[in-house]
């Protein structure tokens, strides 16, 4: 588009896209929806992954300890612990803070068990480990399994079965079974937001080019006569591109109201109904979405239009 046709350009599109308000409107609809889904399935997305990082974040490793074991050599062994790679954060647990723990998970009969155990605590020390990167949890496990060191301070599971690896083994746990599924499940939960904010866009630029397509159509006859007045394809093209560039612009604004208000709305009361998992989402991401959609809604307003018009510039 020529310098000298930018201002024509602006003027013409404003007209026409008030003059045909009705099919403007449906183009403005079309982008609106289609982007503010695409939006939608993005912060989506992100809260997901938030509430899954949550999730995520309460696997730990709980490794037990032999009460024969000396203060000198857990101690040293915590450091060892504290040094290796992937680990955030080592906890010892008392025998004491064991036992309060587990009246605690049993509250509605902790005095009859405690009663029970009349003053023995049959529940031995142990670290709890938390990872930088929890899904890196069963090769954590089967590190500290093999450590020498914790071989020789780990807790007696069954002092009758001379075993070393069994002992090992039942001493260090991370619920296995439920580490897993849950981590194949969030892989499954990230791909497919994935894919589905992917095939959303594809969707929409379908969908929102078609749209411009038929309100090109409907004015052929107007290109048509331009061009018999030996306009240039450059000079027919601007007003329509602009008018594309209008719509979608105003179906992006549209979209990020929306999207602002499912923020502050919609969001809050979430994160306080579910209130053991985190939706917190840095408004960076939001701005980043909003952005992004802007772009796509004007990159749509340009090719759909451009595409739209070959037809009717070919000589």
């Not at 060191?149 to 296995?176: C, L, M, S, T």
């Not at 994935?194 to 095939?199: F, G, T, Y």
């Amino acid at each position: 588009m020529a310098p000298s046709n930018f201002g024509y350009s602006i003027k013409e599109a404003f007209r026409h896209f008030f003059r045909n308000w009705t099919t403007s409107f449906g183009a403005v609809i079309t982008i609106f929806l289609s982007l503010f889904i695409i939006g939608l399935f993005i912060i989506g997305s992100v809260l997901i992954n938030s509430a899954i990082g949550t999730v995520e974040d309460q696997v730990t490793i709980q490794a037990y300890i032999s009460d024969e074991a000396s203060d000198e050599d857990v101690d040293g062994y915590r450091e060892k612990l504290e040094d290796m790679d992937n680990v955030k954060n080592v906890e010892f647990v008392s025998k004491e803070e064991a036992l309060e723990e587990y009246s605690s998970s049993i509250s509605s009969n902790a005095d009859a068990t405690l009663s029970a155990l009349d003053g023995q605590n049959p529940l031995p020390r142990s670290f709890r480990i938390e990872m930088e990167d929890p899904s890196q949890v069963e090769a954590m496990a089967d590190q500290i399994k093999a450590d020498s060191d914790f071989r020789d301070i780990v807790d007696d599971a069954n002092p009758e079965v001379d075993d070393k690896d069994a002992d090992v083994a039942e001493n260090v746990r991370y619920g296995q079974e439920e580490v897993s599924r849950l981590f194949q499940l969030t892989n499954y939960i990230r791909i497919a937001a994935v894919v589905l904010v992917a095939l959303l866009t594809f969707v929409a630029f379908i969908f929102i080019n078609n749209t411009i397509r038929l309100s090109i159509t409907a004015r052929r006859r107007e290109i048509a006569i331009m061009r018999l007045v030996g306009a240039s394809n450059g000079f027919i093209r601007g007003p329509f591109i602009t008018e594309g560039v209008l719509q979608a612009m105003i179906g992006a604004l549209l979209s990020i109201g929306v999207l602002e208000l499912f923020r502050n709305l919609v969001v809050p009361k979430v994160a306080s109904s579910i209130s053991y998992m985190s939706f917190a989402v840095p408004m960076e991401v939001y701005y980043a979405t909003y952005g992004a959609l802007v772009l796509l809604g004007v990159i749509i307003g340009l090719f759909g239009s451009a595409i739209a018009m070959r037809r009717y510039l070919k000589v």
